[in-house]
């Protein structure tokens, strides 16, 4: 028997058996490729027709159970439309003639599609690759719907179009063409038909970008939490991503086209008049965005009469996502907010990672404030309001709190049921109860290789030194160590949405991150290490730091400068008397090879003696060739969070390229003129005595982080500087997210002592997330159902998220 | 996120019937049995490609892995694209599927074919090599072949006539089998400074060593991977007669690697990973006191981590390739991922983390990703070309924007893709079927450069197929 025929008599046997079976398989063959852009219908299925739109609201839908909501799903990869039932949660085949799935044939790498939500008579498609603009009989998509002698077509356009929006009175349509750098207007006859096309030439015309601080709605519980306040920041200088506008992504919004520019840093405007698009004055974002959205008016406060409404957009840049005042006739118009705090950058909403795709969800709303009469569900994964969805590139979703209908209500009226962290333009935050962040288990401090915990009272149960106790924490941060009671030992940032859990680490004379390297050599008293890039890893040397001007109450005054450490072994033909610098058995010195460091630019080192009783010299003749390196604090604790690694402000001055300290994140104080204008800048040292400090160009009061950018006012007055590193013995140590004061030695250390302070900051509140998928490439809300809806284009399927709670209902695929 | 893939082929360890193969090769040899030598001028399931470094390529080397090991060796051939491109222009009233170009010398695999092979003399020359070739490239004078023999685990050496066409490696007469002095493995002068080559190597590159600021009249580097977390150096002086010395081998870095590429700016080697979410970074350190280039080594340049997209969990990743984009303003990199099976348009200044600016999907099983200017209108337009082997298509991404320009379906299994853009064209070399596809892409290219539909059709501006070189040779069990 052949090995063919071998082949074929088991083929024949597996049939068989699969005939005799009685549970066949049911083979689902694939339906979604590389999903695109979602648009919705209602199909009235007794009427066998396409209705409008708002036949499916909810509510309505529920009492006509003949009404089918249906999502239409471009497939970019094979030009189709997938049409999926809604309610029955099932894809149509588009002819069940032809064996197997299929879609509904369009034109090349589909990229926007359009229902008009009251004349669904045709459904609009833009064809990126075969640039076209077609239109298809809205009934093509249900199979079973009644015949009709509506026939589609389409235009043949001169440049790739990309993305589709309707204007409201769904007589036209517009697409971004990029490569033209304009926006295509096209106008339908009363058939619904493409009567013509034109096209809207876009400028970068646009003003300075502008920053403000957002404002401060949302609710806490328990009502004394002290939130950190965004701080006033300078706008950022504008970056492009090319020379001319890139059109993508567009939002109707009224009368309003709004252009995202993928390359130049503005957001086109537009008045729509007829079929004519009328320039307004363009937004400034001081970057190019790629998706954006706008939020309805909301309330400025809780059930208050002033509205506002914000713009949401992704940055083209970073993948982050920045908010501007996006009311009409605010004096901040077209800012963008500064609503982050923490280590993330304030004006940028706080998100962990890069957004893919943005929507505004609006479940119930507009609708009625909570009533603590109702016993309607109240929580965080319960969305009743309007919120910003933020689908991540991870796959995570993120909901952002604009306006909670339920806000007031949360927590109870003496917020004694529940804890609540709530912020406008922040994360929202998951949990209402259990998190209260804190030193998960015992801080360590090993000495010497002994481990040793630390107490309640700050003292090691082993040889290292311990922690001091405080008497308080700074302003803004709590106790997370000990726990339960006493004076703290350890602080962190009290505010949930700047404090991270993570671990932190502090070594004395620990290596910097990110300064191990292997190409460096000797010349002279020099060190060369190319593309080291010293200053943006945080080394400094001595004379860099007295270069740097500081005042002595800023962390790097007095500072000894950091070593380098050499950690390859002596070359085999060394001179004679190399071998005291050999590394041992284990690979390492006991006796470390330290060299003090006095000046440190980019890529290279001027240096000291080393430490003990060797000379540059000997060094220097015992290691000709490229080695082995790294940087090593001195004198100090080098302290590394596992999520913010080790924070410093040293930066690499322009003209001499050595590193210097950062100040230009400290405020600067004025002689207040007569008229409260800012008059000579002084020291801030003039801040000690609470003297007013200058901001923006006002002068005020020192009284919160927001007045000082990148440093916080102590409970005098007194700016601290938040962007260190290095933990001094025996002195306060403290960052934006900790403080500590680690004990002295009870005796003077030896160079290459071991010590290492070690806890965990957790339980930290949770924001509220989902899983929606791999890489989401679209978000859309359907009013209709209240469901937002994700594209998932490497899942190859349509997410269903539910809102209330929040929860994946359904992947279509 | 969806399952892992069955089989992959850049990462798919020399498998067991290979193994016993070797025994059984080894029981035979030891009877006098040299095994069956492959028919000459055919595709065995090519794995790896060159263009020729004409303006317009003349000619296409092709490194036939015998992945089946039907037969006792592979084999590099070199093609003519002239020839080809005379003989394409014969399929105009044939489906592309039926546009087979072969060599006269090559027997038609279906004499009863529905639509015969135009036969037409692209095969230009063969030498026989090791099994399992997984990459191969052109030294910058055009005058050498480097290949990587996953079987042997050795660098093959064979020198090319960039007139002609023509290969050799030392062998004599035909079949023109490589002989061992272009089989550089470990060598004594390595031996000596107790540096062996590591095994598997999967993937090599090569370049002039002004790369690293030396002169040009010192010869070449030959940076090879292998797929344990090792890297290599290998230096060619180029003078007559000669052959690469291993320098150096660095381990430690990621697992099951894939591929290589050289970022000139940093002069750093990325390297890609089946195993885990980073990309080794390797560089080349020559000293410029010593100015000994024997003295030169490899040291690990640190990882790049990739993070913040979904690559199922924290421990698993899996990038398949990594190029630069050459634009001296753009300092970008693609990185070419199965998880997710996307392509990353990472900032090239990131350090500890891999700076992902914009993540593009694309089909199932990305292989390989290449990146080059085509002219429209008069002005270069970026493109990069990916070949996805397990949903069998060809992407064609915009490197501007990350935008899908259009897909190539129909392929059997791509893998290797070539750009040509005298041509308008780009070649893909199809593993599942042992053929080198051409596609056209002047149809995408005339839409790109703003030529509107006319007429009642709709116009059609994805690329297309034209034809092959090789005869298909479809292949069920394997895959």
């Known amino acids: 028997m052949t090995r063919v025929t071998q082949r074929l008599c088991a083929l024949l046997a597996l049939i068989s058996l699969v005939a005799c079976g009685d549970d066949p398989i049911p083979v689902t063959p694939p339906t979604f490729n590389r999903p695109g852009a979602v648009a919705f219908l209602c199909y009235d299925q007794e009427a066998r027709q396409v209705v409008p739109r708002s036949a499916c609201l909810e509510g309505d839908a529920g009492e006509n159970p003949n009404l089918r909501l249906t999502a239409l799903v471009t497939q970019t990869a094979q030009g189709e439309i997938a049409a999926i039932d809604l309610q029955f949660g099932v894809a149509l085949d588009a002819d069940v003639r032809v064996p197997g799935f299929t879609h509904v044939r369009v034109g090349e790498i589909p990229s926007g599609i359009v229902v008009p939500p009251s004349e669904p008579g045709f459904t609009y498609v833009a064809n990126f690759g075969s640039r076209t603009l077609q239109w298809i009989p809205s009934a093509r998509f249900r199979p079973e719907a009644m015949v009709s002698d509506a026939t589609g077509s389409f235009v043949g356009l001169p440049a790739a179009p990309l993305g589709l929006a309707m204007s409201d009175d769904e007589q036209y349509l517009f697409s971004s063409l990029p490569e033209e750098g304009a926006v295509l207007i096209a106008a339908l006859d009363a058939s619904g038909a493409i009567s013509s096309v034109s096209q809207q030439a876009l400028d970068g015309t646009h003003d300075a970008p502008r920053v403000t601080v957002g404002d401060g709605y949302g609710r806490t519980c328990p009502a004394d939490v002290s939130l950190a306040e965004p701080p006033a920041v300078s706008a950022r200088e504008d970056v492009a991503l090319g020379d001319v506008a890139q059109p993508g992504n567009l939002v109707v ?15 086109h405007r537009f008045a729509i ?42 940055d083209a840049t970073d993948g982050s996502v920045l908010v501007m005042d996006y009311e009409e006739g605010s004096p901040t118009f077209g800012a963008a907010l500064s609503v982050a705090v923490g280590g993330s950058a304030p004006d940028r909403l706080d998100l962990v990672g890069a957004a893919r795709a943005l929507s505004i969800i609006t479940p119930g709303f507009p609708g009625e404030e ?43 009226a003496m917020c004694e049921d529940e804890l609540v962290y709530q912020r406008r333009h922040r994360r929202r935050v998951g949990a209402s109860a259990g998190f209260n962040t804190n030193v998960v288990g015992t801080p360590a401090f090993r000495f010497e290789g002994n481990p040793g915990r630390i107490g309640n009272d700050g003292v090691s149960s082993g040889d290292s030194p311990g922690l001091v106790q405080l008497s308080a924490c700074p302003r803004g941060m709590k106790r997370v160590f000990p726990v339960v009671d006493g004076d703290p030992v350890i602080c962190a940032v009290q505010d949930p949405w700047a404090v991270r859990a993570q671990r932190w680490l502090s070594v004395y004379e620990g290596a910097l991150p990110g300064t191990s390297g292997g190409l460096g050599r000797f010349e002279g008293r020099e060190f060369i290490a190319p593309r080291a890039n010293f200053c943006a890893r945080g080394v400094l040397g001595s004379a860099n730091v007295q270069a740097s001007e500081l005042n002595a109450a800023e962390p790097e005054a007095g500072y000894a400068g950091d070593m380098l450490i050499i950690t390859s072994d002596v070359p085999d033909d060394a001179p004679t008397g190399c071998e005291i610098f050999a590394l ?31 000379t540059l010299g000997q060094v220097v003749a015992c290691f000709p060739e490229l080695l082995g390196y790294e940087i090593r604090t001195q004198g100090v604790y080098t302290v590394v969070g596992s999520r913010t690694g080790f924070v410093h402000r040293v930066v690499e001055d322009p003209g001499s390229s050595a590193c210097l300290v950062d100040r230009s994140g400290r405020p600067s104080v004025p002689a207040c003129a007569a008229d409260g204008t800012c008059g000579e800048c002084g020291t801030d040292a003039d801040c000690d005595s609470g003297s007013p400090i200058c901001d923006a160009g006002r002068c005020v009061e020192c009284t919160s982080a927001r007045n000082v950018c990148d440093s916080a006012c102590g409970e005098n007055g007194r700016c601290i500087e938040l962007r260190s590193g290095r933990a001094k013995v025996g002195e306060p140590f403290q960052s934006a997210e900790l403080a500590f004061t680690i004990a002295p030695f009870s005796a003077p250390p030896a160079l290459g002592v071991n010590s290492e302070l070690e806890f965990d900051v957790g339980d930290t509140p949770a924001s509220l997330a989902l899983d929606v998928g791999s890489l989401p490439e679209a978000a859309q809300y359907s009013e209709e159902d209240q469901n937002l809806y994700i594209v998932d284009i490497h899942g190859d399927s349509l997410v269903q998220v539910a809102l209330s709670p929040l929860t994946v209902a359904e992947r279509f695929d | 996120m969806r399952p892992p893939r069955p089989f992959s082929l850049a990462t798919t360890p020399l498998p067991r019937t290979f193994a016993a ?8 040899s030891a009877c006098g049995n040299d095994g069956v030598r492959p028919p000459e001028g055919r595709l065995n399931f090519p794995t790896a490609a060159a263009l020729s470094l004409e303006a317009s390529p003349r000619f296409i080397y092709v490194a036939n892995s015998n992945f089946d090991l039907r037969y006792n060796k592979g084999s590099i051939q070199t093609y003519n694209l002239e020839v080809f491109a005379d003989a394409v222009l014969e399929c105009t009233d044939r489906d592309p599927e039926d546009c087979v170009i072969i060599d006269p010398s090559v027997p038609s695999l279906d004499a009863d074919a529905r639509v015969p092979p135009i036969e037409a003399n692209v095969l230009v020359s063969e030498v026989l090599t090791g099994s399992y070739a997984d990459g191969v490239t052109l030294s910058p004078s055009g005058a050498r072949l480097y290949t990587v023999i996953r079987s042997d685990g050795n660098l093959t050496t064979v020198d090319v006539d960039p007139a002609t066409g023509a290969l050799s490696c030392g062998g004599e007469g035909q079949p023109h089998i490589c002989t061992e002095a272009f089989r550089a493995g470990d060598d004594d002068a390595a031996a000596l400074r107790d540096i062996n080559l590591p095994p598997d190597p999967v993937d090599v590159v090569s370049g002039s060593l002004t790369d690293f600021g030396r002169g040009a009249d010192e010869g070449d580097y030959v940076f090879v991977t292998h797929r344990g977390g090792q890297a290599s150096l290998f230096i060619d002086d180029n003078t007559e007669g000669s052959r690469p010395t291993l320098i150096h081998s660095v381990g430690g870095l990621a697992p099951e690697l894939v591929s290589v590429a050289f970022e000139p700016r940093s002069q750093l080697f990325w390297l890609t990973s ?12 020559i000293d410029g006191l010593t100015q000994d280039l024997e003295r030169s080594f490899l040291f690990n340049a640190g990882d790049l981590r990739v993070s913040d997209v979904d690559t199922g969990d924290a421990s698993t990743g899996d990038t398949r390739d990594v190029v630069f984009d050459p634009r001296e303003d753009v300092e970008r990199a693609y990185v070419l991922s199965r998880r997710p099976e996307a392509l990353f348009f990472a900032n090239l200044r990131g350090s500890g983390d891999l700076d992902i600016a914009q993540v593009v999907e694309v089909g199932d099983g990305p292989s390989r990703v290449t990146i080059h200017d085509f002219e429209v209108d008069g002005e270069p337009r970026w493109l990069l070309f990916v070949s996805c082997f397990e949903s069998r298509d060809l992407y064609v991404i915009d490197a501007d924007n990350g935008r899908l320009l259009g897909t190539v379906g129909g392929l059997s299994g791509p893998f290797e893709v070539l750009p040509d853009p005298s041509r308008e064209r780009v070649y ?32 059609e501006c994805a690329p297309r197929l034209l034809g092959m070189i090789g005869q298909p040779r479809p292949v069920m069990e394997l895959l």
């Open chain 1, 253 to 267: 919004d009224g009368d309003v086209l709004l252009v995202a520019d993928e390359s130049l840093p503005v957001i």
């Open chain 1, 273 to 314: 008049t007829g079929g004519t698009l009328t320039p307004l004055p363009a937004l400034s974002p001081g970057v190019p965005v790629r998706d954006l959205v706008v939020s309805p008016e909301v309330p400025r406060e809780q059930g208050g009469d002033e509205l506002t409404r914000f713009l949401y957009a992704i």
């Open chain 1, 370 to 412: 909570c009533s603590f009469d109702s016993d309607q569900e109240r929580g965080p994964a319960v969305l009743r309001g309007a919120f910003l969805s933020v689908a991540m590139q991870s796959g995570a979703l993120f909901v952002v709190d604009i306006y909670d209908l339920d806000s007031s209500c949360r927590g109870g």
């Open chain 1, 584 to 614: 041992d058995d284990s690979g390492t010195r006991a006796d470390p090879i330290a060299i003090p460091i006095a000046v440190a630019t980019g890529d290279t080192l001027t240096l000291g003696e080393p430490i003990g009783d060797r």
């Open chain 2, 21 to 28: 193969a070797l025994l059984v090769l080894g029981t035979f």
């Open chain 2, 274 to 285: 089946g195993g885990e979410p980073r990309l080794s970074r390797v560089g080349v350190a």
């Open chain 2, 428 to 459: 893909v070399v199809d593993f599942r079927s042992s053929v080198v596809r051409a596609v056209d892409l002047s149809a995408m290219l005339a839409c790109i450069s703003g030529e509107p539909s006319s007429g009642e059709l709709m116009r």
